[in-house]
C-alpha cells in the first residue's frame, strides 16, 4: 500500500468510491464538487491509498478557519474519508487518518475536525466527540412577525463578488459573540457556494443569511446576525414565505438569539449531527485559542499522543489576558493526566467531570478540574457541514 497526493487525473476514481461508500451523487453535484476540490490537488490537501494503480481509500483536508472564545485560527476539516468496500477491515482507514493528521501540521493546522461516519476509527487516531451541528424546525409564520416594519436594517442580496465582504461580516460577528467552533470557508470556496443558483443569499451590514426551498418548505443553512435589529430582519425575511412554506428547518447556533426572539417557544424540534475535534499541535493550538478575559490558570497536565510524540509529555499552560502559553514542564507532584482526546474534548468544552467518567482524564485535583473548566469551558457548535 501507498500514501500519496492526489491529482486531477483520479478524480474519476475518487468519485467511484465516493458513489460506492456514501450512494449515487448527480451530475450537478458531482460537477460542483470537482470546482471545489480541484484547487485543493496542488496545495496536497486530498490524500489517497494506492494498492498498485487502484485506487483504495481517500480523504480531504479542507482549509478552514475556525473560531474559538471569538479568535479565530487555521483547521483541517477532514471530509470525504472513503475506503472501497472491498478493502474494508484492512486497518486502511487508519493509515489513511495518520498521515492525514500529519499533512495537517504540515499545512499549519494545529486542531482538525471532522463528522463521523464511525466513531471507532477517529477515536483510534486521537479524535474525539465535541460539539454538534443544531438543527432546528420552526414555523414560518412565527419568524414572519419577528421584525417591525421600521426595523432600519438593510438587507440586499449577495452573489460571488460579495465573498470578501461576506468574510469580514462573519469575522466581526464571531469574535464580538466569542463563538466557540463554528467554521470559515475560504474566499474561493465562498465564491463557488454564492453561484449556486438554487440559494437566496442576502447580506446586511451585521449579519446575512443563506437558504433555500426543500421539500415545499424552507431550509436555512447559514444565519448569522450581530445584533436584535438584523437577526429579526433576517428571520423574518425567511418567515415571509409562510402562506407557502409552513416550517423552517435551520442549523443553529444552539444559544442562537432566535430562540429567544420566539413569542411562543414551549418545546423546541431539535436534531442534532455529531463532530469531533482532534488537537494536531498542542503548544500552537492553545496558543492560538481564544479564552475568557477574566480567567487565570496555571496547571501541569501530562497528555498522551500515541500518534505525535511532540504533543506528549506535561505541559504548564498558563491563561491570562485572555490568551494561553503551553511551555513543556519537568515532573510534577500529581498533574491532570489526559489521553490526547481527553485534551481536545476539554479543549472544545467538555467539563472536566465527564472527562474522568468516560476514563479521558485522571489524576489532579478538583480545583485544577475547577480552573480547567472555567478556562476552557464552551458550548462549541458549527452550523455548516463538510
Known sequence: MEIRD????????????????????????????RELVTPMLPERRYLGVFDGTRLVAAARTNPFRQWWHGRAMPMGGIGSVTVAPEDRGRGVGRMLMRAVIERCAELGEPVSALYPATTPLYRSVGYEHAGVRHRVTLPSEAL??????????????????????????????HAAARSS??????????????????????????????????????????????????ARALWSL?????SVAKSVRACVDPRDPVLWLLRERSKDEVAQDRWMF???????????????????LDAVVEVDDALRSSNSGMWRLRVADGGCTAETSGPAGSPSRF?????SALYAGVPTATLRRAGLLSGGSPETDDALDAAFGCDAYMIDYF
Open 6 to 33: 492526489l491529482g486531477i487525473d483520479d478524480l474519476d476514481a475518487v468519485l467511484d468510491n465516493r458513489r460506492r461508500a456514501f450512494g449515487p451523487i448527480s451530475a450537478s453535484d458531482a460537477q460542483t464538487w
Open 144 to 173: 414572519r412577525t419577528l421584525s417591525p416594519p421600521d426595523a432600519g436594517v438593510k438587507i440586499r442580496r449577495m452573489g460571488p463578488a460579495d465573498a470578501p465582504e461576506l468574510m469580514g461580516v462573519i469575522d466581526r460577528v
Open 181 to 230: 467552533g463554528p467554521l470559515g470557508w475560504d474566499e474561493r470556496t465562498w465564491r463557488l457556494w454564492l453561484g449556486d443558483e438554487d440559494d437566496m443569499c442576502y447580506l446586511a451590514d451585521d449579519g446575512y443569511v443563506i437558504y433555500r426551498w426543500s421539500g415545499g418548505d424552507i431550509e436555512v443553512d447559514n444565519l448569522v446576525a450581530g445584533s436584535e435589529a438584523t
Open 238 to 242: 425567511v418567515g415571509s414565505a409562510s
Open 278 to 296: 482532534r488537537i494536531v499541535d498542542l503548544p500552537a493550538a492553545v496558543e492560538r485559542r481564544g479564552f475568557p478575559a477574566g480567567v487565570a
Open 339 to 343: 489521553t490526547i482526546g481527553g485534551l
